[in-house]
């Protein structure tokens, strides 16, 4: 199983931190990060059960920036999601099909839930590598934020006992990755009114992927003499 840690970003009410806690002792889970959440008091513990202790000793920061800073992974869930491809940042993945994708991964994945009104922002889905959904019926498809995460946690707990794939390349390797993907779409001169959306679109490809080392490492490495070729004009050496 993932390495998960759970981020719940500006909660309002403490029952529902406390019914997260408790999940979190239900599947083996440790690391609850809480973004400004409203005061955790008497309600709180009284819902975290035997998951008290998680709710002791959850860390609490002023951005979800700070919540995610060492983290292999970030795994937006939402529950307002578009039936087209142009509004890519809410294109979602089933829950179920990303956790079978991250079988055997060790490493350290947070999984962020939102505000029980307003969910995550536009710019809180941007840090995102990929973002979930847990599917209902569409006539009322928000669900409670702890009967949510209950739901991803559960999913995420089935992927235990799997042997461990290839190494991927961890959250700095990407991050530069995507720094020349950026190179790439200024030699093309890209059209900068559509640059974040495609840059967002990029990112989410590679999340939902979680390519080896060895893949993120060619890729870098083509992006990087494609931006170079296209800027300078000097081709590609062996």
Known sequence: MPEIRIVIV?????????????????????ELYLVNPCELGDDAYRRSKHGSEVLE????????????????????????????????????????EFAEHCRGYPERIAVVFGREDIGLLQDELNMCDALVT??????????????????????????????????????????RMFDYFGDLLDAVEYPPN?????????????????PTKYEY???????????KFIKYGKPWKK
């Not at 979800?64 to 937006?76: N, P, Q, R, T």
């Not at 847990?134 to 949510?148: C, F, K, Q, R, V």
Request: charged share 25%; with cysteine.
């Open 134 to 175: 847990i599917p209902t019926g569409d006539e009322y498809p928000i669900m409670n934020l702890s009967h949510a995460a209950n739901i991803v946690m559960y999913e995420f707990f089935q992927v235990d006992s799997v042997p461990r794939r290839p190494e991927p390349a961890d959250r700095n390797e990407k991050e």
């Open 217 to 227: 490492n060619t890729i870098m490495g083509v992006l990087g003499d494609a931006a």
């Open 57 to 96: 000793n959850a860390v609490i920061v002023t951005s979800l920036e700070e919540a995610v800073k060492d983290c292999f992974m970030v795994v937006g869930t939402s529950g307002v999601t578009t039936k087209g491809d142009r509004n890519y940042t809410r294109v979602p993945v089933p829950v179920r």
């Open 10 to 30: 500006g909660p309002k009410y403490e029952g529902n931190v406390g019914a997260i806690a408790r999940s979190m002792a239900n599947f083996n889970l440790k």
């Open 194 to 210: 559509r640059r974040d959306t495609t840059s967002v679109m990029f990112r989410r490809m590679m999340g939902r992927s979680i």
